[in-house]
């Protein structure tokens, strides 16, 4: 069935669908209306789960911590700020490996205080060992949820699906609500590999020395070390996962083909810009514009971003001139994470150095600073010449 | 009843003639210069702005040095008070102003710092900082604008939201209980506990005058109208009936009989809690100073 609703509401329908039984969340801009959705679904009796109105996002992870550790499909969703807020609980789900699925409408952290979208909530958590992926539009915030509870419970590692606050969690747009009973053909009952569970006592998560000692029963267990590695493992065999995910999943649904990094006219071209989330298919119309002037140009949309499809950046990338990485979101001190993700991965996968391209990190959007199509196009135009204004940052007015 | 269990927890009694300062409201002409706009983002009926010029005619009553004045804010609709005060304000994040605040006062305990929160930012987020605050006893103004929901977010349930009221996250109705932030206050052990109303104004800017002149930790709950979202949702969205129904639950302190539940319908108003006790940044300062002795022998 095709409704026409907001981004927020296509997160809930897709939490709906999959059948989650406890959730719990704070109120923070702008991804109080899902949850609010959610609340009213499971009051209303149309989704048989526990709705938790936390004092906190770092109890709204932490509830979600209990319940996935005691078996039960959770969910929760926050943004910006409540986000930080949960950043200590974020690195322990990861670590104790508990399918948790998250939506963040992204938005601006403080200070000064903005609620307006950027990418900084978000990207400031990459490295805690959570699944991130980026939609673009409406129809992938539905499908990406439904996708991450299955890639969560096949791995054992939490998934975030990110979405650009107001740009989509608030607009309005048609999409498809899948149909309850193919859901149910793709995505199983939750059985957990481990649950609490009193006729089969364990300790969770207790302390692990720095080197490799026997368990209580005598056995030589893993230690901390090892424990991190098989994350890192598992997050870099998730790439193949996700693939294996979007192709069950378009055989059930007849939508996807692109889960790592969704190209569009990448195939003869010289120069390719690169983005995530709803700025990806703003660049689409940019590139139209470029190509009527003849030039050579395509856009990279990363949909995957952690683990890094370093391979499939690096193949898209083959044979291009020059690449501009365009980002909502920065590391601080030196250049936008995404931009020095794909430089490695260029270097790794283009052994002849002469064949690579150049690179040009752009900034936009910080804030919600309006991203205009025009001061896109003007930008790009500028970078074909290789004479894009300092410092790259879209839009500032200094 | 407190909380505490160290033998700090023996207040001394206040002096028995102790009134509330009495504060004549100062003209809107005074009160004006205090304001950086003339603008809010305050709905139509939001009692905020209400509470915001109480607490300017609090501080000028009390003739304090302009200077001298901080004011803290955490997140949500109180919390914009920081943009619209012509003092110095620091906006914190959502939960943390009171810990902004203690170290604004450690820092320089010759200002007089509030803080203005919501009850969300207050109780909810902010809980662990509201009750080591007043068991510290720091010399701070806790001004909570309590309008028993988030506003700003679009009216989901909060912890003084009332069991069976209703909020955008409790449609049916809320199932758990409900804070008396004066109560928590008192019992975590804020040494000046105060309520007030949106409806009666002098008494208002008078308990929150009298957090300000306070020595310790003072906690003054502001009760607001919130007729677009609590009101809609549970009694009236008419602000005027919003505030006729304060008029009718407020029981003054002194009428208040002992032993009486909080209800709903029915709360005390006025100075509920006022006593003397080693205050935080004074305390720190003697055990420095003793420190300083014994080590020189």
Redesign the interface.
Same mark, same amino acid.
Not at chain 1, 26 to 29: E, L, R, S
């Given at each position: 069935m095709h409704i026409i609703e907001t981004g927020n509401v296509a997160a809930a329908l897709g939490v709906k669908l999959a059948g989650v039984q406890v959730v719990a969340a704070?109120?923070?801009?702008p991804q109080?209306?899902l949850?609010?959705k959610l !609340? +009213?679904l499971i +009051? *209303?009796g149309e989704m048989d789960a526990r709705?938790v109105?936390v +004092?906190?996002?770092h109890s709204a992870l932490a509830v979600c911590i209990g319940a996935s550790s005691a078996g039960a499909r959770s969910f929760t969703a926050t943004s910006a700020?409540?986000l930080l807020?949960m950043h200590e609980q974020v690195h322990w789900a990861a670590g104790a490996r508990l399918p948790i699925v998250m939506c963040v409408a992204n938005r601006a952290v @403080? *200070?000064?205080?903005n609620i307006w979208n950027d990418h900084q909530d978000s990207i400031s958590q990459r490295d805690t060992g959570w699944i991130q992926i980026y939609s673009c539009d409406h129809q992938q915030i539905i499908d990406d949820t439904l996708k991450a509870f299955r890639l969560a419970e096949t791995t054992s590692i939490p998934v975030m699906v990110c979405y650009d606050g107001y740009l989509l969690s608030h607009t309005y747009m048609p999409f498809e609500v899948p149909e309850q009973e193919k859901v149910e053909q793709f995505l199983p009952p939750f059985h957990p590999s481990y649950a609490l569970d009193p006729s089969s006592p364990a300790n969770l998560n207790t302390v692990t020395l720095p080197e490799i000692r026997t368990d209580v029963h005598g056995e030589m267990a893993h230690g901390y070390m090892e424990i991190r590695y098989l994350l890192q493992e598992d997050l870099r065999k998730a790439v193949q996962v996700v693939e294996e995910i979007d192709a069950a999943f378009q055989e059930i649904f007849g939508r996807g083909g692109a889960p790592l990094v969704e190209p569009y006219r990448c195939d003869d071209a010289e120069y390719v810009v690169v983005g995530m989330g709803s700025l990806t298919y703003q660049l689409w119309d940019v590139i139209e514009t470029l190509r009527t002037e003849g030039h050579k140009i395509g856009v990279l949309g990363v949909r995957l971003y952690r683990p890094f499809p370093d391979a499939a950046v690096a193949a898209a990338l083959r044979g291009a001139r020059g690449v501009f990485v365009m980002e909502k979101a920065l590391s601080y001190g030196y250049e936008g994470a995404l931009c020095s993700d794909l430089k490695s991965a260029l270097y790794d996968h283009i052994p002849d150095k002469s064949r690579a391209p150049f690179v040009k990190g752009l900034v936009a959007g910080i804030g919600g600073r309006e991203i205009r199509t025009a001061d896109l196009t003007d930008t790009l135009r500028s970078g074909l010449v290789g004479s894009i204004p300092e410092p790259g940052w879209i839009g500032i007015q200094l | 009843m407190s909380a505490l269990i160290d033998e700090q927890r023996i207040e001394s009694p206040p002096e028995s003639d102790y009134k509330l300062p009495r504060i004549n409201p100062h003209k809107t002409s005074e009160i004006v210069p205090w304001l950086r706009t003339p603008k809010t983002i305050w709905c139509p009926g939001c009692s905020n702005g209400t509470i915001t010029r109480a607490l300017i005619d609090a501080i000028l009553g009390l003739e304090l040095d302009a200077e001298k004045v901080v004011i803290v804010a955490g997140?949500g609709c109180s919390g914009r008070i920081a943009q619209y005060l012509e003092y110095s304000t620091v906006?914190a994040?959502? @939960?943390r102003a009171l810990a902004v605040a203690t170290g604004v006062k450690v820092a320089d305990p010759s200002l007089r710092v509030v803080v203005a929160m919501g009850d969300g930012d207050c !109780? *909810?987020?902010g @809980?662990n900082h509201f009750i080591h605050a007043a068991r510290r006893n720091i010399d701070l103004t806790a001004l909570i604008f309590n309008n028993s929901i988030?506003g #700003?977010?679009?009216g989901? #349930?909060s912890?003084t939201t009332h069991t069976g009221d209703k909020s955008?996250? !409790?449609?049916?109705g809320n199932v +758990?209980a409900a804070f008396d932030l004066s109560e928590l206050a008192h019992a975590a052990g804020a040494t000046f506990v105060a309520r007030g109303t949106a409806w009666a104004y002098r008494q208002l800017v008078s308990v929150i005058a009298g957090g300000i002149a306070h020595k310790g930790f003072a906690a003054v709950e502001a009760m607001a109208a919130c007729p677009v979202y609590y009101g809609r949702f549970n009694l009236t969205a008419d602000p005027a009936e919003f505030l006729k129904g304060q008029k009718e639950h407020a029981v003054p302190a002194s009428k208040f009989e002992e032993g009486e539940s909080r209800l709903h319908e029915q709360y005390p108003v006025g100075l509920l809690h006022h006593g003397e006790r080693a205050e935080f940044v004074t305390s720190l300062a003697r055990v420095r100073e003793e420190a300083q002795e014994a080590l020189r022998g």
């Open positions: 704070y109120p923070i801009t109080t209306p949850t609010e !609340s +009213e +009051e *209303a709705y109105p +004092e906190s996002e700020n409540g807020y @403080g *200070a000064p205080w | 997140i906006h994040a959502h @939960g !109780s *909810a987020i @809980g988030y #700003m977010t679009g989901q #349930m912890p955008t996250t !409790s449609v049916h +758990e």
